[in-house]
């Protein structure tokens, strides 16, 4: 088990910082493409985005759901935030997929409540590739709180019911899951007040 | 970190449970003085590289009792433990071991050199040498302390006795 460890934030209090700055621009400017200047050695099969908001947000309160291709992430991640795992999705508080092709259906996690719509699940979704770079994917158009008119968000590697999924979590509103998209050290948000209009 | 240590994250809690010579030896270097352990450090053949899985750091851990020992359980109070977590090189590949750091207090260089200590512990090549050049010695020394600091004790006693009186 200890070969799997892989190291912590080198600066864990500049770090983890650095890392809410970028989740909280990321989710107040859904769909913004924004790109993590950390050193991190991330454990497998996670992508540098994925690990350092995992660090920076995960502690022994807030039950961790994860996919079967980013369990061998989980012995660092227990580790170091001490969130203990959940086999049930609606349990979670925070979720971690590595493969977007086996995404469970997002209204399998929990939305949270009419009374409190903030205690819902958080899912950080690493896929094959964000921005520019994302040549085959699918390009988003985005339009909802934090964006001046429509925004567009290129992503490759969301199954392709995704949006379809997304636009149901979105009318649960004020319910509804979050997502934080990474992809590398590049992460997007996509808040459930976020529309998805497909072009 | 300025909380409580999360149970899941002391060195007991680990899914491998230490084996008894591990936590002999985890207390000894827990207990030894900083300035013996970074003499041992000095005085190795061979000092390996390593890093760093968890920054040394400070936070509380929370110190249960239990009353006369078999009552409740009960918050007695919280106390500052110094704690790092390190990985030794080895070989290429740099799959080395991992070993962990709990002291009392707040040297966190005491944390580093136990948790360095702790991972040669555990190979086999080093073990023998350091269990006799530095383990038992540590363990002779706090004895000794302990020892002296009863007697002087011990100097000072006074027997308190209660006649038994038969019922008649």
Same mark, same amino acid.
């Given at each position: 088990?200890?070969?799997?460890?892989?190291?912590?934030?080198?600066?864990?209090?500049?770090?983890?910082?650095?890392?809410?700055?970028?989740?909280?621009?990321?989710?107040?400017?859904?769909?913004?493409?924004?790109?993590?200047?950390?050193?991190?050695?991330?454990? @497998?099969?996670?992508?540098?985005?994925?690990?350092?908001?995992?660090?920076?947000?995960?502690?022994?309160?807030?039950?961790?759901?994860?996919?079967?291709?980013?369990?061998?992430?989980?012995?660092?991640?227990?580790?170091?935030?001490?969130?203990?795992?959940?086999?049930?999705?609606?349990?979670?508080?925070?979720?971690?997929?590595?493969?977007?092709?086996?995404?469970?259906?997002?209204?399998?996690?929990?939305?949270?409540?009419?009374?409190?719509?903030?205690?819902?699940?958080?899912?950080?979704?690493?896929?094959?590739?964000?921005?520019?770079?994302?040549?085959?994917?699918?390009?988003?158009?985005?339009?909802?709180?934090?964006?001046?008119?429509?925004?567009?968000?290129?992503?490759?590697?969301?199954?392709?019911?995704?949006?379809?999924?997304?636009?149901?979590? %979105?009318?649960?509103?004020?319910?509804?899951?979050?997502?934080?998209?990474?992809?590398?050290?590049?992460?997007?948000?996509?808040?459930?007040?976020?529309?998805?209009?497909?072009? | 970190?300025?909380?409580?240590?999360?149970?899941?994250?002391?060195?007991?809690?680990?899914?491998?449970?230490?084996?008894?010579?591990?936590?002999?030896?985890?207390?000894?270097?827990?207990?030894?003085?900083?300035?013996?352990?970074?003499?041992?450090?000095?005085?190795?053949?061979?000092?390996?590289?390593?890093? %760093?899985?968890?920054?040394?750091?400070?936070?509380?851990?929370?110190?249960?009792?239990?009353?006369?020992?078999?009552?409740?359980?009960?918050?007695?109070?919280?106390?500052?433990? @110094?704690?790092?977590?390190?990985?030794?090189?080895?070989?290429?590949?740099?799959?080395?071991?991992?070993?962990?750091?709990?002291? @009392?207090?707040?040297?966190?260089? %005491?944390?580093?050199?136990?948790?360095?200590?702790?991972?040669?512990?555990?190979?086999?090549?080093?073990?023998?040498?350091?269990?006799?050049?530095?383990?038992?010695?540590?363990?002779?020394?706090?004895?000794?302390?302990?020892?002296?600091?009863?007697?002087?004790?011990?100097?000072?006693?006074?027997? &308190? &006795?209660?006649?038994?009186?038969?019922?008649?």
């Amino acid at each position: 088990m200890n070969d799997q460890l892989s190291p912590g934030f080198a600066d864990p209090v500049g770090a983890a910082q650095a890392t809410f700055r970028a989740v909280l621009t990321a989710l107040s400017e859904p769909g913004k493409l924004l790109e993590l200047e950390l050193t991190l050695e991330p454990p @497998a099969p996670l992508g540098l985005a994925a690990a350092a908001i995992a660090l920076s947000l995960l502690d022994g309160d807030t039950p961790l759901w994860c996919d079967p291709a980013s369990r061998n992430a989980m012995p660092s991640l227990r580790f170091h935030t001490g969130a203990p795992l959940v086999e049930a999705p609606e349990r979670a508080r925070f979720a971690l997929i590595a493969d977007p092709a086996l995404l469970p259906s997002l209204a399998a996690f929990d939305a949270g409540s009419d009374e409190y719509p903030d205690r819902s699940a958080t899912l950080i979704i690493e896929v094959a590739a964000l921005g520019p770079s994302a040549t085959g994917g699918t390009e988003l158009v985005l339009r909802g709180p934090g964006i001046p008119e429509r925004r567009s968000l290129a992503v490759r590697g969301l199954p392709a019911g995704f949006p379809a999924e997304w636009q149901a979590n %979105h009318a649960r509103f004020p319910r509804g899951v979050d997502v934080i998209l990474t992809a590398g050290g590049r992460l997007a948000g996509l808040p459930r007040s976020t529309l998805i209009e497909e072009l | 970190m300025n909380s409580t240590v999360p149970d899941s994250q002391s060195p007991a809690a680990l899914p491998a449970q230490p084996s008894d010579a591990r936590r002999r030896w985890m207390a000894a270097l827990a207990r030894a003085d900083r300035a013996s352990l970074e003499a041992a450090w000095r005085d190795l053949p061979e000092r390996p590289g390593y890093r %760093h899985l968890r920054q040394p750091e400070i936070g509380l851990a929370m110190v249960r009792g239990r009353m006369g020992g078999t009552g409740q359980r009960f918050n007695l109070g919280e106390m500052t433990v @110094a704690r790092a977590t390190v990985r030794i090189d080895q070989g290429p590949d740099g799959a080395g071991t991992v070993g962990f750091g709990y002291v @009392a207090g707040r040297d966190l260089r %005491h944390a580093e050199l136990a948790a360095l200590f702790d991972a040669l512990l555990q190979d086999d090549a080093h073990r023998p040498m350091l269990m006799a050049a530095l383990i038992v010695p540590l363990e002779r020394a706090a004895a000794e302390t302990r020892a002296a600091r009863e007697r002087a004790i011990q100097a000072s006693r006074v027997e &308190f &006795f209660t006649m038994v009186r038969s019922r008649e």
